[in-house]
């Protein structure tokens, strides 16, 4: 199995500073990227630029550095695609985290395209993180607004308040797959891409404390 130490090193060294400048994108922009590669790769930066709304420029940094760490080939006409190192790390993780989805939320709160990701079999992280403390975080780094959810004893409900669940928050479970020991964050923002992106961030955060 791969590391998840060796995922998120990829994804550091893939989106940090160098020689005094710092790329126009992020951790979770990296992320992304590598899904849609293995979703409908190979792609030409362009295709990469448009569906991720970066600059061409730092979509060729992007690839490059992917390039130099064995994860992406380039094909001169068909653009990159993952190698076989890459779509085997990519695989493995998202035995862990499984891609944001979106769902429009009506009975919670009144937020339309709401961004959902599960981690698997990390509940047990809320033992050492507090739920208002992860909850501050995902508005720290873009969403306007988050829920935390947990499965236990096969069923969702809202971490940090007992036994409470609706319709709603099943339907987040159900869409997000999620299954007992699960950990769920919703987040939301009148920009989709912003509330994603935070979503990811703080997602590959947890990542870094399962084991």
């Not at 730092?58 to 690839?63: D, F, G």
């Not at 094909?75 to 695989?91: C, E, M, N, V």
């Not at 990390?122 to 993180?129: D, N």
């Amino acid at each position: 199995m791969t590391d998840m130490k060796e995922f998120l090193d990829i994804l550091s060294k893939t989106s940090s500073e160098r020689r005094g400048i710092k790329p126009r994108y992020s951790r979770a922009d990296v992320y992304q990227a590598l899904l849609l590669l293995l979703e409908e790769g190979p792609l030409g930066r362009l295709k990469i630029a448009e569906k991720l709304g970066l600059g061409e420029a730092s979509v060729k940094t992007m690839l490059r550095r992917l390039k130099e760490l064995s994860i992406v080939d380039i094909d001169p006409i068909a653009g990159a695609y993952l190698t076989s190192k890459g779509r085997k790390i990519i695989k493995e993780i998202l035995e862990k985290i499984r891609p944001p989805a979106t769902m429009d939320l009506h009975e919670t709160a009144e937020w339309p395209n709401s961004k959902i990701i599960v981690l698997r079999k990390a509940s047990h992280l809320l033992k050492k993180i507090n739920v208002l403390e992860l909850r501050d975080e995902l508005i720290r780094r873009g969403a306007r607004a988050a829920l935390i959810i947990v499965v236990e004893n096969n069923m969702a409900k809202l971490a940090g308040v007992e036994e409470y669940t609706s319709n709603e928050i099943r339907r987040i479970a159900e869409k997000a797959r999620a299954g007992n020991g699960d950990l769920v964050l919703v987040s939301w923002s009148p920009n989709p891409r912003e509330s994603e992106k935070a979503l990811i961030e703080v997602a590959l955060d947890l990542l870094s404390r399962l084991r």
